[in-house]
């Protein structure tokens, strides 16, 4: 049986492509300009990391799943000196993107050939300020990364104070999302969800960014952050959170 088919194209912007997977848009990469974020769910996976502490200090992210490694890139022209770790078990897809898309030198970026579980799994304690989980296959997070056990092995890996952020693709009335937050709940003590108004209307399916840890120190600046400009969306804090994705099992 075959595997994934891979496409780098052309985008909107000189020198700016897309990464395909089956015909799916996976990853937008300006090499031109590596913080031009375009799509949505990516812009608020960089206002985390924009937030998370002083503007410009070095930080230490795990990436589970990475494509066209356009969070990396963003990570390492904002905060220069920053150690990540990508774990991506598409080796034809990264042979792809390293050849037609090469990374800055001296990124700090390392793209490890192994899965989310396994990756994540053979990292030490503490060593992570941020994990960010933006894994598909099918088009669908694969379910080994959305289970209780695996959340609470990201806790291991991220130092105290540390960040967990999630993409989850889903629409209303949001019964894998909800089963995800029960999850990450009997593992962490804050929850945020952050999406387009129309996704959480549900007028139509989207992306859900979900943000993990120990307060709700996040919430307020993120929201003030998306609640502006071209790619606007809503920020849902620990408790309305509680109110509007209950009722999940986890698993």
């Known amino acids: 049986m075959s595997g994934p088919r891979h496409e780098i194209v052309p985008a909107d912007r ?20 590596p913080t031009h974020l375009a799509f949505d769910y990516v812009r608020r996976l960089g206002d985390v990391v924009d ?22 890139r963003y990570v390492a022209a904002i905060r220069p000196g920053s150690w990540q770790v990508v774990l991506e078990p598409d080796e034809e897809l990264t042979a792809a993107v390293r050849e037609q898309l090469p990374l800055p030198r001296r990124s700090g970026i390392r ?17 992570a300020d941020l994990v960010v989980l933006d894994a598909y296959a099918a088009g ?3 379910a080994e990364l959305v289970t209780t056990a695996f ?4 806790a291991r890996v991220l130092v105290p104070g540390g960040w967990f952020l999630l993409n989850l693709s889903d629409r209303a009335p949001f019964a894998a999302t909800r089963d995800a937050i029960a999850g990450l709940r009997s593992v962490f003590r804050r929850t945020l ?28 600046a993120l929201a003030a952050r998306a609640s502006g ?3 606007a969306a809503r920020v849902l ?10 009722g999940g099992t986890g698993t």
């Open 14 to 33: 000189r020198d700016a492509w897309l990464v395909r997977l089956d015909g799916r848009d996976q990853s937008y990469v300006d090499l031109a300009d």
């Open 51 to 72: 937030l998370h502490r002083r503007a410009g200090e070095p930080t230490r992210v795990v990436h589970v799943g990475g494509a066209g490694l356009t969070l990396p």
């Open 111 to 127: 793209v490890r050939p192994v899965d989310g579980l396994a990756g994540v799994a053979a990292l030490r304690e503490d060593c």
């Open 140 to 142: 669908r997070v694969p």
């Open 151 to 154: 959340f609470a092995d990201v």
């Open 193 to 220: 969800v952050a999406a387009e108004p129309a996704t959480l209307r549900a007028r139509r399916p989207g992306n859900l960014t979900v943000v993990a840890g120990p307060d709700d120190s996040l919430a307020e």
């Open 229 to 231: 400009g071209a790619l």
């Open 237 to 246: 804090g620990h408790d309305r959170v509680s109110d509007s994705f209950g």
